[in-house]
């Protein structure tokens, strides 16, 4: 078989004015990015706002494992089958981060035949939004840094004069507004800065991946420009020396920031294999941001396809529960059904298995142990409200037999449908069967649910993600996360949501317990205020908000060839 | 006077399209960035490989002062008055850096009735190279660090056996690459990374702003992509625990730097007020780098254009010498003459005044004191071998007697020619007898030389610039520097050219000396490798390769309006 990358230049794309007419985007509302590329102007939304909303679906999947599950294949793959079969689809997907691109061998445009393309224009810049994100979330840095130098050296009347502000006394030891970078910076987690003759104070600081940044998840959840100028504005970037909130508007800086951002906040046009619409916009990592693509997005999408595949990143922990309970409450738009991918090795390595050699030989026992992650994660979206479709996301070394014994259990679990899906290695066609399922689980009437309130206390909330959200036997906050505690009630900021960043690997907070962990305490070491995107962020146990690059980087293998062409993602 | 940002949304700008048709390029060699910007294949080199060279025009200036040379207005302006005379022209102009956008009030598109539109998207990412040449840069500090982390860990044995790879043994006191951003920021001039639990080395580091980067140097020096991914091998990272140099090549992270550059190295063609082709490309900052615009836009500018109108940053002492004894020895392309900018305001302060009303007042002592800055300019230029056109850029407080005396000083002083540019107020219509006279300049036949030849030692090299270059009595290098010269020739760098980055201010290395420094001894504190790029950097003084905010910085001036529209560029 093909490379992804080959069989992504091998398809001759549409031009993206074609797939916009097609869709119902008129010429006139986008800015093309070359010929496969359109940011969508948010004008569009006045004008289909009379449009009736299509059927939502959100992908989500099991406790991943090294393997790859294949989420995004299937989000892809299926959003080309329900298009195959006649019905109006559209992708809505996060844009790729580079640290991953070029950290593991892998991008994020989906793979074989169910792919984004052209997909290094997809894993690479895209439309410059992670870029913009940086450049604003860093001027911000800037600015912080730049006031504390300048109000350091005067008086705080020399200051006033000479400037022309009011002294705002930011506190060197209380600054949360750290910096990012779209790398997998290890050696940048933490760092002093204001080193050196003149440039100081000096103080603590470090960066985390752009995806990490209160400004992707601000992109992701604002309705329109005003909304992200608004939010904006409310960023706290720092205490002062009397513990009071300084925020972006206190700062002044905040209409810059959103200067930077005014094109970013336009979702990208792209398109499948098979020529069908995917918007592109906001960025992942559910596990340490909330990691859901845009609420614009999504709201062009609905008001022009009949029906909108979007994903929440990583398992059903993590990408799909801050779906239901930020996304979801931030949009008003609810999810007619969920699908659920799972694959005969990512069950076998929830069992506890980790050579791939066992994996991919048939192994009931291993099956049926690690069926219960599955098991478990089905009934994690059930409580949601919505009908759960379990994609089995099939692998040359599969058996048809342990096929047909998971398609049963699942049946048997309750699921509201099961099937294979192909979409790897056949694209739309391989996923005919699973898009008429999907068709008819959003024709059910669903009643969904939020798992928790936002009228309760931070700690109430906490306590059902913990609880009901990941089946822990309680939490335990850290000293640190107690004293942050009192300080988001002192800030009336106890009615945002929370949004947890913990590992992926595990539905505990330990990626080393696969499977159903039982019985643990949710250790709480951190509480972020994002008064900006509107929730709390709980860090759980040792979760690092900058990836490291591993001994054998993916970038190793990227070049370009004899004929100017990229080679080596994939 | 409308503003700027006014004066460029009122211009509805023509297709980019239209303008590329009538200045010879496909519309298949260009890839849209919305309506009023593209991105230009590099295959149209291949199609007007054939085509005569039109002529190439260097704008320069007098020594800069806080209140505006015009220099791009000069360019914009020019380039204007050349079209509306009947000449097929064309400006090549720098990408403006965010840092001064949002650092002090202003822009980079020129200014008034002589400006790139729209103003703002060039102002703000254009089509994206600043940021690509960050991401690939800051991808290399990652790479070292990820390296000396992982070798730091393991026997160089197991290191081998896990990775597939060699140690490098990278000596974590002897990185040469540091990192980048677009913005000021003086607090990460000079950092400690590193630090925390596994997160190690832990060494010194620190951010330059972006145009200063090698990579930056190698996007305007570059040929072709094939050049570009040969220079990004050579580059010298760090130097192991032998003292031997550790490139980008070696660390395997070459071709990946160069695949997030496969598209900034594409010039992007944009256009004046007038309907004027415009291509932008490359970094702005002639202190701290070469500071000119590519090799690859002046050469599809030459291919199409009768005259291309290009820019080196600052006084001719910074971007002009750069342009001479760098680019041009690149490019093999030759100057066929000069503008330089000078105003009377400059000229005043040129001569030691700094209050602003003072400047405005006639003053004739203060005017023939100033005139001896751009009499060193003059003469500065004209050793290069070109013909100089002076362009007095007028003022609305500027008296036509102090103009007049002006005008005819340099005439007496040996200049082809000089006008008054009317550029900012009156765009083209103001430019049109600098135009007919910059177009008898350039029918000249003119001998350009070279300020030193490239086989003579660096320490020569620097030499004929201190002396030459800018009238000094000799230099000095710290012990540091020459530490460095010896690693130099070790290498077997001796060929390269240097580049130096120093002040602006002043012709010598200090700024406070105003008019025509003399006797000093210039003070070269520590020399770069840029193996890369293809030159030795020399730092003067004590220059600063990142810039900081002020205290009243250009940001807080910057928002969106009800409108939704971007206010406070200038």
Redesign the interface.
Known sequence: MLTDIEISRLAKPQHITDIATKFGIETAEL?????AKA?VNLSILDRIQDNLDGKLVIVTAVTPTPFGEGKTVTSIGLTQGLNAIGKKACACIRQPS?GPV?GIKGGAAGGGYSQVIPMEEMN??LT?DI??V??AH??A???I??R???ESRLSADE?AH????SPLNIDPEQILWRRV????????????????E???PVH???FDITAASELMAILALSHD??DM?HRIGRLVLAMDKHGEPITAEML?????M???M??AIKPTLMQTLTGDPCLVHAGPFANIAHGNSSIIADRIALKLADIVVTEGGFGSDMGFEKFCNIKVRESGKTPDAAVLVATLKALKANSGLDSERDINLPDQARLEAGFLNLKWHMDNVSQYGIPVVVALNRFPTDTQEELDWLKNAVMQAGAFGCEISNAFSLGASGTEALARKVVAATAQNSAFRFLYQTNSSIEAKLLSIAESGYGAKGMRLSNEAKEQLVQIQAMGLDHLSVCIAKTPLSISHDPAIKGVPKGFELPITQLKINAGAGFITALVGKVMTMP??????G??N???NDQ?E?V?LA
């Open positions: 800015s093309l990015f070359g010929e940011k580079m070029f690479l810049h410059g870029h913009a940086s450049s860093n001027l840095a800037a600015a840094d730049a504390l130098f300048h200051f000479q400037s022309g502000l970078v779209d790398h997998n910076e290890r050696s940048l987690r933490t760092i002093t800065v204001g080193l050196g003149l440039n100081g603590d600081s470090g420009l005003k100028r002044g800086v905040a209409g810059a959103t200067v930077i005014t094109e490291g690059l591993g001994i054998r980087p970038y190793l990227i070049d370009i100017d990229i080596g």
